[in-house]
């Protein structure tokens, strides 16, 4: 919402080229509002791991720039096999 002040001038026709550039203006930001919205619904979804296995996938692709995030996301990885695998143990 864009708030105008009053102007009595505006109102009788005095200042026509107020009117002009608050409907550009007013435009303008209408369409740079579309453009943010448009970048943000085209960006990517990027979504946590959710397995073991994904994990691993993550660690293969952090190793070279990241090592020891790579090592961390491996760790996490054995921490569920060992979770899943107690779990599984336990239903026997």
Same mark, same amino acid.
């Given at each position: +919402? #864009?708030? /105008?002040? =009053?102007?009595? @001038?505006?109102? $009788? ?7 002009? =550039?608050?409907?550009?203006? @007013? !435009? *303008? ?6 453009? /943010?919205?448009? #970048? =943000?619904?085209?960006?990517?979804? /990027?979504? &946590? ?5 994904? *994990? #691993? &996938?993550?660690?293969?692709?952090? &190793?070279? $720039?990241?090592? $020891?995030?790579?090592?961390? *996301?491996?760790?996490? @990885?054995?921490?569920?096999? +060992?979770?899943?695998?107690? !779990? $599984?143990?336990?239903?026997?």
């Amino acid at each position: +919402m #864009i708030m /105008v002040p =009053f102007h009595p @001038a505006a109102q $009788s026709g005095a200042m026509p080229g107020a009117r002009f =550039f608050g409907n550009a203006f @007013a !435009a *303008l930001l209408k369409g740079a509002d579309q453009a /943010v919205q448009a #970048i =943000f619904h085209a960006a990517p979804v /990027v979504r &946590e791991p959710q397995t073991a296995g994904e *994990l #691993i &996938e993550w660690a293969q692709a952090y &190793e070279k $720039s990241q090592p $020891s995030y790579a090592a961390d *996301l491996r760790a996490a @990885a054995r921490a569920v096999q +060992m979770r899943d695998d107690a !779990a $599984s143990a336990g239903a026997r």
